[in-house]
């Protein structure tokens, strides 16, 4: 303890400056990391979604808007908020429930993870209410270019 509080003679730098980086780099890394699986989660439910076939949307531009809105209203005052990293971790969770082996058992987990059954629903809502208002931005704004096209 005593070392990382003196300081290097030969640059006058503190040697705690070190450890500070190193656990700033994981927490950023780890955030990372849980948006990143987040983003693939939707991506994939996004795949399977009959209006992005049906619209020709492409699933990537709407992941983007889907994230980024969701986001908004999950836990966390900011994006690398440890309690905004769970909730990455606990919607990529409820994304992937089917893909799961016991899903009673990841369904009971998802409840305790969202504090109730009350708070799984609200993100599930969170979720569905911004697929569909990104969709439905995507296809308003499809419409207004093909009418200026027209014109």
């Not at 949307?57 to 769970?86: A, H, Q, Y």
């Not at 969170?126 to 697929?131: A, G, K, R, V, W």
């Amino acid at each position: 303890m005593i070392a990382l509080v003196t300081t290097n003679t030969t640059t006058g730098k503190s040697l705690m400056k070190k450890p500070i980086f190193i656990c700033i780099s994981a927490l950023l890394l780890t955030a990372c990391t849980d948006k990143q699986q987040y983003e693939q989660a939707v991506l994939e439910q996004i795949k399977q979604e009959q209006d992005v076939k049906d619209y020709k949307i492409e699933p990537e531009k709407l992941t983007v808007c889907v994230v980024g809105l969701s986001s908004e209203n999950m836990p966390g005052l900011f994006p690398l908020d440890p309690i905004r990293m769970t909730a990455y971790r606990n919607y990529t969770k409820m994304l992937t429930l089917n893909k799961s082996t016991d899903q009673k058992k990841t369904l009971e987990e998802l409840r305790t993870d969202f504090g109730t059954p009350k708070g799984l629903v609200e993100a599930r809502a969170n979720y569905t209410e911004s697929l569909m208002e990104c969709i439905a931005s995507h296809i308003a704004r499809s419409e207004d270019a093909a009418k200026a096209e027209k014109k």
